[in-house]
């Protein structure tokens, strides 16, 4: 493929760090680093670390370990963790293209943004889910570009959307190269595209020369065994860029992501990087690293599967609750099969702002209004809300509250 097509002129003016190059070179056999200006070690106040798990087991970071968590590493990752997170994306994803690169991250919001800006020249059409994750549309919106809504349903993004779009493009205008998509557990939705369109969707890439941007935080958040496969899983061309993320899984603060994508892409975010901040937490990626290398994919595995479990348990007791409370309202909505959302219609009520910005506010419930969800702004019927850390009182009083707002507005329309 010709990764130059979808190259920004500003990604491909990066040009590397000539002091983060030298980073790499520190560790090889009798070099005597006069160039990089590392901090002296002696400086650092820490010795050790020791990390308990929830479930008693420890393991310490100590000697080389600490020395490298303590100082600046590579601008891809520590190369330990990348090894054991390449091997991990072969035994889970099986991507028919081998020689795929990877990347680790400050979470994969900052991968994604970077990747955007890479991708994106001035007056280029981006196409994007509708309804979408509001971080994304945020960074989207800044970005010199045009967004063209590709619709869902209760099965994911909708095929023949992505190719009546495509098919019937007006072409004085630059034709699309991307394609931004939440595929499981969608941001609001809670909807995952089924594995026949996902076939179809990498089918219709491949026709018009897209790069889809798998955004897939919540792939191990499904609900349902087994997991709907990625596209990362049948990319036979090399034009996926997979971003996953360790923050639903292990710790949201630890803000630890990465990126799996060609060479000639993941080497853009590199770059980019170097000219920012630099490289990702090296404490951060030692203390994630310690804990897979301790577990082992099959571990990491059970433990994602668990996971898996409690958010799926949270669903069904909001399930219950919103049985209880929003029956006879005309709420509408399609029971999640993954990650922490429920996208709700509220028939009758066209605009929900001041439904849930003022006055589900004054009731003290939070709740976030559909039209931030949508590329492009426009009122919506819809309200999101979330099961994934509210306890089943909460979620029953707090839908108590919302479906007495809910009969207040429809019956005032």
Not at 204 to 216: C, G, M, P, S, T
Not at 389 to 409: F, H, P, W, Y
Request: glycine share 6%; with cysteine.
């Amino acid at each position: 493929m010709d990764y130059d097509y979808f190259l920004s002129k500003v990604s491909k003016a990066r040009q590397p760090s000539p002091i983060r190059a030298l980073v790499p070179l520190v560790k090889t056999p009798g070099m005597i680093s006069l160039g990089a200006g590392n901090p002296n070690p002696n400086s650092f106040p820490f010795k050790s670390m020791t990390v308990t798990l929830n479930n008693g087991q420890n393991y310490t970071i100590a000697g080389d370990d600490m020395a490298d968590a303590l100082q600046y590493g590579p601008t891809p990752g520590l190369p330990a963790l990348r090894e054991w997170l390449h091997n991990f994306q072969n035994t889970i994803h099986e991507p028919p293209t081998k020689s795929f690169d990877l990347c680790v991250g400050t979470g994969s919001q900052d991968l994604l943004a970077k990747t955007l800006e890479a991708l994106i020249s001035p007056d280029d059409y981006v196409l994007i889910e509708n309804p979408t994750y509001t971080g994304t549309l945020a960074f989207l919106r800044s970005q010199p570009c045009n967004l063209v809504e590709v619709e869902t349903d209760d099965q994911g993004l909708i095929p023949d959307s992505l190719y009546s779009i495509l098919d019937n493009w007006d072409h004085t205008q630059r034709f699309p190269k991307i394609l931004y998509t939440v595929p499981v557990g969608g941001n609001p939705t809670g909807i995952s595209t089924t594995i026949e369109r996902k076939q179809q969707i990498y089918g219709y890439a491949q026709k018009f020369n897209i790069l889809i941007i798998e955004d897939d935080p919540y792939y191990y958040l499904q609900f349902n065994s087994p997991r709907i496969k990625s596209y990362l899983s049948m990319d036979t061309d090399g034009r996926v860029v997979r971003f996953d993320s360790m923050s639903k899984l292990l710790s949201a603060g630890i803000r630890i992501g990465w990126a799996t994508g060609p060479a000639p892409i993941i080497d853009r975010i590199n770059l980019h990087t170097q000219a920012t901040n630099l490289q990702p937490s090296s404490l951060a990626q030692m203390v994630i690293y310690k804990l897979l290398e301790q577990w082992g994919v099959d571990e990491f595995l059970k433990h994602a599967d668990s996971v898996a479990s409690l958010y799926k348990e949270k669903r069904d007791a909001f399930l219950a609750c919103a049985n209880r409370h929003l029956t006879g309202t005309c709420a509408q909505w399609v029971v999640p099969n993954a990650g922490m959302f429920v996208w709700i219609k509220l028939p009758g009520i066209d605009d929900t702002k001041d439904l849930i910005h003022n006055k589900a506010l004054e009731k003290k419930v939070l709740a976030v209004p559909g039209e931030l969800f949508l590329p492009r702004p426009r009122p919506s019927s819809y309200v999101r809300v979330s099961y994934s850390n509210v306890s089943t009182a909460d979620m029953d009083e707090g839908l108590k509250r919302l479906s007495q707002l809910i009969r207040e507005c429809q019956t005032s329309t």
